[in-house]
């Protein structure tokens, strides 16, 4: 049985490490209510945008005049992995891998034994799981995550639509935890380009709309800002995940060491019963030994 000075000194350890997941907890909670303001208010607009857009997207017959909804023959891919800059928060950034493993062995198997998918990182502590796992990868920006404003993230996203009409990639995905509440996140793959077309939808609705202005202006406008717009609703998606996931995680964190603690105690008192115990026996055999 350990020492009383040893359980001790392991009390005040365990307590230490429960102040600091408590307050990380509350931090958490703190950044949390503001991102997941900003997200449940950009989505409905976000989602109903993307919708219009991809009927507009589908009545552009050539790619000179809209080169996002190019079809072309997938070789070339580019993988867009949305992490976290700092850890302490569960699965969050390991999901992203597995999720990126399992697309390379599947999904696009054939590109990947090829060399022709290039994985992109937005956040430090995916690029630490990549490298120790043996996977080059580019670094689109880690900053955009600690500002998270949009327009600092419509010049990567621009980065990104540049890339694919330019031809280097021929599909470009994103891959992020998408905010479901404070204690769950549902890991997402998405087709970011080409612009995804519903044919079927777009032969029965699109002559209900009336554009105004010209249709020419909203594809060489509307549709690159809905593509910004895609990538920054992600962004805060993946940041009220991460708020989410890492308060849940510290919440654990904080419960085990209260339990931790709670036995710690009882293996204190007993090894302090067990010393008292001891001691009188040790007085009880000296006095015996004195009537001796």
Do not use: W
Request: with cysteine.
């Amino acid at each position: 049985m350990a020492s009383l000075k040893e359980i001790r000194t392991r009390i005040s350890s365990v307590k230490s490490t429960r102040q600091i997941t408590s307050a990380m907890k509350m931090v958490s909670a703190a950044k949390l209510k503001k991102a997941q303001d900003s997200i449940l208010q950009m989505r409905p607009y976000a989602r109903k945008l993307h919708e219009i857009l991809t009927h507009i997207s589908s009545s552009v017959e050539t790619a000179e005049e809209n080169p996002y909804s190019t079809q072309r023959q997938v070789e070339k891919v580019a993988l867009v992995l949305i992490t976290a800059n700092r850890g302490l928060c569960g699965g969050f950034n390991s999901n992203v891998f597995k999720k990126t493993v399992e697309l390379l062995g599947t999904v696009y198997e054939e590109q990947f034994q090829k060399g022709q998918v290039e994985l992109i990182l937005v956040g430090k502590k995916g690029g630490d799981i990549l490298k120790s796992k043996g996977y080059s990868f580019t670094i689109l920006s880690n900053e955009i995550l600690e500002v998270s404003s949009f327009d600092s993230i419509q010049i990567q996203a621009q980065i990104l639509m540049d890339q694919f009409a330019e031809g280097k990639y021929d599909r470009i995905d994103l891959i992020y935890n998408e905010f479901k509440n404070a204690a769950s996140q549902i890991l997402t793959h998405e087709q970011y380009l080409p612009l995804q077309m519903n044919q079927e939808e777009h032969t029965q609705h699109l002559n209900n709309y009336i554009f105004e202005p010209s249709l020419e202006y909203m594809i060489k406008v509307l549709i690159p800002d809905a593509l910004k717009i895609q990538f920054f609703k992600a962004i805060l998606d993946s940041k009220a995940a991460e708020h989410g996931a890492r308060m849940t995680a510290m919440h654990q964190a904080t419960d085990n060491a209260t339990e931790m603690i709670a036995d710690l105690n009882l293996s204190y008192n007993k090894a302090r019963q067990a010393s008292i115990t001891n001691e009188i026996l040790e007085i009880v055999g000296g006095a015996e030994a004195l009537k001796a």
